[in-house]
């Protein structure tokens, strides 16, 4: 009998995180539009991935004790064209250096000690920077992030100050002093 009420307890915290019935609706609606464009909207090979989405779909958004993070709107949209702006940069850089006949690239991995406390906006930030070009976040670890640019290195440390800085503004969380 205890077992009956053990998954009736977490059952019924399941549908209390659902808020009121609109998350797994919302998630599962969104794990299906998801599948239909990946298989180019085509109705018959929905049916074999129907359970993969209904599985993602039922998976919490956040897994294991740690608490939902919060993100700030405004912080959202000052955030969003500063990366632009970084990866169009980046991008335009890179597809010179690239074009050029000498090859003037100059790869360099560096270590990055966090401001950022620990939590999911370290990852966040690490995710980010993959996402512009020429950079790569190759090793995470407690104290620093270890990235690996493809040209000037020096030069883009600064930018990757920046979205830290702006980063921590979406989580809304206040960065920590740099160690010495």
């Known amino acids: 009998m205890r077992d009956a009420s053990f998954a009736g307890n977490h059952l019924a915290r399941f549908w209390q995180t659902q808020r009121n019935g609109v998350g797994l609706p919302l998630r599962l609606a969104l794990a299906m539009l998801i599948w239909w464009i990946l298989m180019d909207g085509s109705g018959a090979d929905m049916l074999p991935g129907l359970p993969v989405v209904i599985l993602a779909a039922l998976t919490p958004p956040y897994l294991g004790k740690s608490r939902p993070w919060k993100w700030s709107f405004s912080a959202l949209l000052r ?8 990866s169009m940069r980046s991008g335009v850089q890179i ?12 790869p360099e991995v560096m ?18 920077i993959n996402l512009v070009p020429g950079t790569l976040s190759m090793q995470i670890r407690e104290e620093a992030l270890t990235i690996h640019f493809l040209h000037n290195a020096q030069a883009n440390v600064s930018s990757v100050q920046v979205l830290e800085e702006m980063v921590g503004d979406l989580f809304q ?6 160690p010495q």
Do not use: N
Request: no cysteine; net charge positive; hydrophobic share 60%.
């Open 95 to 106: 597809a010179y250096l690239a074009l050029l006949r000498h090859r003037l690239l100059t």
């Open 79 to 86: 955030i969003l064209p500063v990366f632009l702006w970084f």
């Open 111 to 128: 270590t990055y000690a966090w401001r950022l406390p620990p939590g999911p906006a370290r990852l966040f930030l690490a995710s980010i």
């Open 173 to 178: 969380t206040a960065l920590l002093e740099r």
